[in-house]
């Protein structure tokens, strides 16, 4: 997974800041499950009245919420939690298309990048394949060879079916991704 949710400028954090800063701590809890509201309306009016002590107060109260918060978001992922990232890391090239088509309300250039990439990929891995196709069934190491890369395209397809089929954003884990 790339960072995302987990950075200094991902979307948990930048609802965490927004709650802070209105005093609306529902901004944020639509982040994580509803099972973690109670854990993060307490550590919201705590931090409130810590940000209350001062700058240096504040930016500790910030963080300390920040990172309550991520580890709860990334507990209704089913995933671990481990630290908060730094803002500015590349988030890969679908992540930025994806929310950019959900603010303009179209997704042509995610649906076009990924097409793209599917189809070269799987045309990499298939022509790997069928280059050792054709072996001396004498060849061991040649016949393995082409086992593996034949193996390699089978199986890569069958993931990426299975992805893409999945219901999206942690809910291939067991349990789900609870919001």
């Not at 509201?37 to 910030?62: H, M, N, T, Y």
Request: proline share 5%.
């Amino acid at each position: 997974m790339p960072p995302h949710c987990d950075t200094l400028d991902g979307p948990v954090v930048t609802a965490a800041k927004r709650a802070l800063e209105t005093g609306k701590v529902n901004l944020i809890l639509p982040w994580a499950p509803k099972a973690a509201e109670e854990e993060i309306k307490s550590a919201f009016g705590r931090a409130q009245q810590v940000r209350k002590l001062g700058k240096a107060a504040a930016d500790l109260a910030d963080y300390w919420f920040f990172e309550t918060v991520v580890r709860l978001h990334r507990a209704g992922e089913g995933a671990p939690y481990t630290g908060l990232k730094p803002a500015g890391l590349d988030w890969g090239p679908v992540v930025p298309r994806a929310e950019k088509a959900i603010e303009k309300g179209d997704a042509k250039e995610v649906i076009d990048l990924l097409s793209h990439t599917v189809a070269d990929e799987l045309q990499r891995r298939f022509s790997h394949a069928l280059a050792r196709k054709s072996y001396d069934e004498n060849d061991v190491d040649a016949a393995r060879a082409y086992i593996q890369a034949m193996l390699g395209f089978v199986l890569y397809s069958h993931h990426l079916y299975t992805n893409i089929k999945g219901e999206g954003h942690g809910e291939e884990k067991a349990g789900g991704h609870e919001h």
